[in-house]
């Protein structure tokens, strides 16, 4: 059963950047999708983008466009979610999470970190 | 890009079934997946795919689609069944996943 685990808190100044890993264990790393989830306090889930390691093709929502970077590292079992240009809006908490099916990105997510506080403060 | 819209609160008795709705074009053509979120915990998928459940995810709990309404239905529900419930579709026009805003469900 694979489990991810994901970075400590983070606190950033507005125009920052900030770098969240997500790694993962006890499965096959490459072939499964991850995504990026957000919630900011007292709002809903919002998707962010999407990888699938083992072809290295990414997907981002609108939103985040030009914003956000996702990456994978197939020899650490490790994705990445780095978002830029920080304002007070993105202070959330970020997850990480695992697709159900291979090969594929969908909306289906299976197995989530534990999610990283970003706070966004001057 | 599409939107999907969920009633904001919900509330059923002990033991009764309760269905929860989720509208939007996107449902249409793709497939809803439906998330459990508790304070303080990480969303638990609860129905995939056509009516899909993940391995220790309780038979009550049950998912289906008509037009672009898609429902989650929980029959008998439990105290435990307390949550706030997320649906998410693809958004087919930019390949993208997207949430709706989420129902709270009480348990009386």
């Known amino acids: 059963q694979v489990q991810l685990v994901q970075s400590g808190a983070e606190v950033k100044k507005p125009g920052s950047s900030v770098k969240v890993s997500c790694k993962a264990s006890?499965?096959?790393?490459?072939?499964?999708?991850f995504s990026w989830v957000r919630q900011a306090p007292g709002q809903g889930l919002e998707w962010m983008g999407g990888i699938i390691p083992v072809f290295g093709t990414t997907n981002y929502g609108q939103k985040f466009q030009g914003r956000v970077t996702i990456a994978a590292d197939k020899s650490t079992s490790t994705a990445y979610m780095e978002l830029s240009s920080l304002r007070s809006e993105d202070t959330a908490l970020y997850y990480c999470a695992k697709d159900v099916s291979q090969l594929l990105l969908t909306n289906a997510f299976d197995i989530w970190g534990q999610g990283t506080m970003v706070t966004v403060s001057p | 890009s599409s939107e999907l819209t969920q009633d904001p609160a919900v509330s059923v008795a002990l033991g009764q079934t309760v269905r929860i709705t989720c509208q939007g074009d996107s449902l249409r053509n793709n497939y809803v997946s439906w998330y459990q979120l508790k304070p303080g915990q990480a969303p638990v998928l609860v129905i995939f795919g056509k009516d899909n459940r993940p391995s220790g995810i309780p038979e009550r709990f049950s998912g289906s689609r008509s037009g672009n309404t898609a429902s989650l239905s929980i029959t008998g529900a439990q105290a435990e069944d307390e949550a706030e419930y997320y649906c998410s579709s693809r958004d087919s026009s930019d390949n993208s996943v997207i949430f709706g805003g989420g129902t709270k469900l009480t348990v009386l």
């Open positions: 006890g499965g096959t790393f490459s072939s499964y999708a």
